[in-house]
C-alpha cells in the first residue's frame, strides 16, 4: 500500500471535520453539546464511505479495462465510463457543497480579513466585495483546475489547504478548553504555510 493513500484518509477525515457544511450544521444545532456530537457523528459517517468509494473505484478500473484507461491516459477514466447516472450523482454532489465553500470562502474574505483592516466598511461596499470575491475565487479555482489534469490531484490539493489551515485549529476549539484564539490562529497560518 503506497503511503500516499494512508495521507489522504488522514486528510479526508480533518477535512470533513472542518468542512463547511459540518460548520452551518453545528451553527444550527440547538446546543454546544448537540454541534459536537453532530460534527463527530458527521465524521465518522462520512469516514465509513471511504472503503465504499475505494471498493467502487476498483470495481470500475475491472470493468472498463486498462485498454480504455490507456486511452484516455488516466485513471479518472472509469468515472464518466461506467454511466451516466453514476455522473449526475456526482454532478449533484459537487454543486450541493459547492455552494457552500463559495459563501464560506466569500464571506471569509470579506467580513473576516477584509473588514478587520476597514471596521467602518458600509454595507453597500461589502455588499460590492462580496459580488467581486464571488466571481474572482471561482475563476481562481477553474484557473488551478486547467492547470492540472488529474481530477484526485486536484481534490487532494485543494484539500490538503484546507485541512492544514481549518482541521486542527477546528478540532482544538471544539475540544480542547486551553485553546486561545491566538492559538488557534497561529495553528490555522503555521497549518496553511507547512
Same mark, same amino acid.
Given at each position: 500500500?503506497?503511503?500516499?493513500?494512508? $495521507?489522504?484518509?488522514?486528510?479526508?477525515?480533518?477535512?470533513?471535520?472542518?468542512?463547511? /457544511? =459540518?460548520?452551518?450544521?453545528?451553527? !444550527?444545532? @440547538?446546543?454546544? @453539546? #448537540?454541534?459536537?456530537?453532530?460534527?463527530?457523528?458527521?465524521?465518522?459517517?462520512? $469516514?465509513?464511505?471511504?472503503?465504499?468509494?475505494?471498493?467502487?473505484?476498483?470495481? !470500475?478500473?475491472? %470493468?472498463?479495462? *486498462? /485498454?480504455?484507461?490507456?486511452?484516455?491516459?488516466?485513471?479518472?477514466?472509469?468515472?464518466? +465510463? %461506467?454511466?451516466?447516472? *453514476?455522473? *449526475?450523482?456526482?454532478?449533484?454532489? &459537487? =454543486?450541493?457543497?459547492?455552494?457552500?465553500?463559495? &459563501?464560506?470562502?466569500?464571506?471569509?474574505?470579506?467580513?473576516?480579513?477584509?473588514?478587520?483592516?476597514?471596521?467602518?466598511?458600509? /454595507? @453597500? @461596499? /461589502?455588499? &460590492?466585495?462580496?459580488?467581486?470575491? *464571488?466571481?474572482? =475565487?471561482?475563476?481562481?479555482?477553474?484557473?488551478?483546475?486547467?492547470?492540472?489534469?488529474?481530477?484526485?490531484? &486536484?481534490?487532494?490539493? #485543494?484539500?490538503?489547504?484546507?485541512?492544514? !489551515?481549518? $482541521?486542527?485549529? +477546528?478540532?482544538? #476549539?471544539?475540544?480542547?478548553?486551553?485553546?486561545?484564539?491566538?492559538?488557534?490562529?497561529?495553528? =490555522?497560518?503555521?497549518?496553511?504555510?507547512?
Amino acid at each position: 500500500v503506497d503511503g500516499t493513500i494512508i $495521507g489522504d484518509i488522514i486528510t479526508y477525515f480533518v477535512f470533513t471535520l472542518a468542512g463547511a /457544511e =459540518m460548520w452551518q450544521r453545528a451553527f !444550527a444545532a @440547538k446546543s454546544q @453539546k #448537540a454541534a459536537k456530537n453532530g460534527l463527530f457523528l458527521g465524521t465518522v459517517a462520512y $469516514g465509513l464511505t471511504i472503503p465504499l468509494v475505494w471498493f467502487m473505484g476498483v470495481v !470500475a478500473h475491472q %470493468l472498463i479495462g *486498462a /485498454e480504455k484507461i490507456a486511452m484516455y491516459g488516466t485513471t479518472d477514466a472509469v468515472v464518466p +465510463a %461506467l454511466t451516466g447516472l *453514476a455522473l *449526475a450523482g456526482i454532478l449533484s454532489v &459537487i =454543486m450541493s457543497t459547492a455552494d457552500s465553500y463559495l &459563501i464560506v470562502s466569500v464571506q471569509s474574505c470579506v467580513h473576516d480579513v477584509y473588514k478587520t483592516f476597514d471596521p467602518d466598511m458600509s /454595507e @453597500k @461596499k /461589502e455588499l &460590492i466585495l462580496t459580488r467581486v470575491f *464571488a466571481v474572482v =475565487m471561482p475563476l481562481g479555482a477553474l484557473a488551478i483546475a486547467l492547470y492540472m489534469k488529474n481530477a484526485y490531484q &486536484i481534490l487532494m490539493f #485543494a484539500w490538503s489547504f484546507y485541512a492544514a !489551515a481549518a $482541521g486542527l485549529p +477546528a478540532f482544538a #476549539a471544539l475540544y480542547w478548553k486551553k485553546a486561545t484564539t491566538a492559538g488557534i490562529l497561529s495553528g =490555522m497560518i503555521a497549518g496553511f504555510t507547512v
